[in-house]
């Protein structure tokens, strides 16, 4: 028999990359109820430019709508065009991030309803958490046709869709002659509800598009393998990384699943990328840093990790730039 990969289990749950880091510490006892408290002290103030106006994201989409272009909604949610392709990541168009009415609630909108959506070729979901794959906007996604990428064991959240595509780590699927799509190893895990923990896989997608790689990540921690990435895959041209929801405290001395800002810019740099921009932040508070802090740590500290400053990147949300912009 074909021996099993190391991140397959025997019990038929999945496990991060060899030598991935674990949970060692907490600041004394488990205190979530301290940590809700504390979270629901966060200020959302933010600056107003943070969001852009509807009106300016729907003709910045009609400007770019020839061109090759990456329009953040909000959190992990982006639009990304590749030729004649259109792309939604992980989206997220419901007012919480949880079951029905609980969860986190986001403290600004999507830059667009989900029925403003321009026409979406293919959807890339990266794991199941709540403020990633959003059931609402799964049910009532207006473009069913789309070509469904995610993780083994997720495909079955996809009724009624005409083309859903589970992969392991390392596959691929050709989109077409100019756009091809890896899953690659993140550092992550899966839940959804009380028995169901790691019983589907998470992970990071490569999206080759003619000569330029743009890695968009699952909510991933720092390790190892990205280096064994870097070497196998890299130079990365753009990479797409969470940097908020780091700090949770009092729970944990340090969460291993979320990258700092300054860890998403080390990953960047074993991938070898040559900007990266920074996403999951400005939209839910997940976590007990101030809701503007991450953007300010990325950028402040993107040349101790061999990038200017101005590679460090950041949107606003409901920003559309064109590709050749950023690259």
Known sequence: MKEKPYHHLSNGTFRNPKGSPVVISRSGKFSYRTFSKLRKNISLNFPKEHVVEKEKVKSDLEKYKNADYIAWIGHATYLIKLGNTTIITDPVFSK?????????????????????????????????????????????????????????????????????????????????????????????????????????????????????????????????????????????????????????????????????????????????SKKVLGMHWGTFVLSLEPIMEPPIRFKDNAENYGFKREDAITFNIGEVKSLNELL
């Open 96 to 272: 919480n991030a949880g079951p029905l009415i609980f969860g986190p609630k986001r403290f600004t909108k999507p830059a667009l309803d989900l029925n403003e959506i321009p026409k979406t070729d293919l959807f890339l979901l990266t794991h199941n958490h709540y403020d990633h794959q959003d059931m609402s906007t799964i049910r009532n996604f207006p473009y069913k046709d789309a070509k469904v990428l995610v993780p083994l064991n997720l495909g079955k959240y996809f009724k009624n869709y005409e083309d859903v595509n589970e992969m392991d780590w390392y596959d691929h699927k050709n989109i077409n002659s100019d756009l091809k799509i890896t899953l690659l190893p993140a550092v992550h895990w899966s839940k959804r509800s009380l028995t169901d923990t790691n019983k589907t896989l998470w992970g990071n997608f490569l999206i080759e598009y003619k000569n330029r790689k743009i890695l968009f990540a699952c909510d991933t921690g720092y390790g190892n393998i990205y280096k064994e990435l870097g070497e196998k895959y890299g130079p990365i041209d753009l990479t797409m990384i969470n940097i908020g929801a780091y700090n949770f405290k009092p729970m944990f001395d340090k969460t291993i699943y979320h990258t700092t800002p300054e860890e998403a810019l080390n990953v960047a740099k074993d991938l070898k």
